[in-house]
Every structure is written in C-alpha cells, then in structure tokens.
C-alpha cells in the first residue's frame, strides 16, 4: 500500500527543543509505512516557554499522543492530566498518550534499556552494576534496572547530589536492590569494577564532539567477564567500547535503547508492534 498523508492521517508529534536532528520521525513513519497504518509523526521545536501551548495544540488536533524530549520531561508533567506509575517513580515523562482528550504520561527510556539487553540475552537480575552518571537518562535506566531485579547497583558521578538523589529514590520504593552513590574518582571505580557484572555509561563522554574521551582512562581497569554498556549510539562504537573490545568483555551501544524505547511509545500510541527488526536493517544498518 502507497503511504499517503490524507484527511484521515492521525498526527504524532515530538515536543523539545533542538529536535530538527532527531531519527525518531524516521524511524516512526518508516515503521507506519512498513505496516500500512495512517499515521505520521511530525518534529516540532517547543522551548520551555512554549511547551504549554504545544501541548494544548497536540490536545486541540486530536493528535494520538507525541514523545517529549529534552528540556522538556518534567516540565511536562504538570500539563498532563495522569501519568504511569513508573513516570512518577522516574520523575520525568518522554511518551505522552491521548486518550480521547485525556493525556497520560509514560516513561520507556529505562524499559527500553531493558528490552535492548535481553534482545542480547542478557538478564540484568541478580547483577551488580556500576553506572556512570546520574542525569535523566541514568535516573530512567538506574530505576527500571532497580524494578527488574539488578542485585546492587552503584552510581558514580564527578558531583555526588544527583546519584544521592536517585539512590533515594530507589531506597524509598525499591527494598530488593542495594543502592549506593560515589563521587566519580579512577582509584574508586578501578575497585567496584572488578567485583562488578556489568559497567554502564550513561555520560556524554564518547558522543560527539567528545569522541576521543572515555569513563575509563585505562582497558585494564576491566575485565573480560564485564559487559559493558554505552548509552551513546552515535558513534556505534565509542571509545569506552573499543577499550572494552580489547579486553573481550561484551559490549552493547545505546542503538537498542533508541529503538525499544521508540518501539514501546509506538505500541502505547497505536496498540501495535513496532517492526523493529526492519527498523534495524533500513535505518541503522549502516551506522
């Protein structure tokens, strides 16, 4: 069937600001054409100052729901009429669903972190994880691996405060998973890392214009059974995971995590599942 955008298209829109770089438009309307379905997913740059009336025309047009980004996830959240259990635990709010003039808020950053690793067999219960950083995305990932039964997990950052902050979050509301949080130090990390499963990087270190810069100085401070994770999916492969290569850990980029956490807003939005397997082959085969 030829995809067409006609009167009867329901529109799906992404609220942030800047978003003109952003593959999620491709990604979903590759996937609405793929399955025949009448939607199209359009990108508009609302600012802090703008989110509220953005929302109120995503209401206004029926639109099916949008996804939110930064600097706009928690800003949201008041505009919105309910959010889900796991948005509140989070804090913020990137899928927004209209129910019939009614938006609810979800959060599938850290489910989709999930979903990418146990696409790669791996199982993160019973793990013992060091996470490095502890912004948004670390808040999201830390407490769905919390949820889904990581055995301890370790947050360092170069300022203490927000890996305290989300540590206590998860004491509070979680009782199976150790928490602890570390100011961000080589000597420190050197030592958890070596009783650890698994190493996470959640930090821009690796992304462009960083590309040269790893969280680890040194391949040595790993070893071969470590996975190691990178959030960062542009470069593929980031330095952290070359360093990790040379070692043979396991290692998996953010790639994943982009998809699933797209894939799962695709499902709340039209009840079907994203073909993420084809999304894989037309849009990221070459990266």
Known sequence: MQYCINGKTIPIGLLGYPIRHS???????????????NYVYLAFEAT?????EAVKAMRVLDAAGFNVTMPNKQKVIPLLDEISPEAQLIGSVNTVRNDNGKLIGYNTDGRGYVKSLNEEGISIEGKKIVMVGAGGAARSVAIQLALDGAAELIIMNRSIEPAEEICNTIRANISNCKVEALELSNNILKQKLQEADMLI???????????????????????????VSDLIYDPVKTKLLEMAEQVGCKTINGLGMMIW?????????TGVEMPTDYIKEIIFSNK
């Open 23 to 37: 593959r999620s438009p491709h990604m979903h309307n590759t996937a609405f054409q793929y399955l025949g379905l």
């Open 48 to 52: 802090e100052d703008s989110l509220a």
């Open 201 to 227: 990087n959640s930090t821009p270190l690796g992304m462009h214009p960083h590309e040269d810069k790893s969280i680890i100085p040194d391949p040595e401070m790993l070893h071969p059974k470590l996975i």
């Open 261 to 269: 956490q797209g894939a799962l807003a695709f499902k709340i939005w």
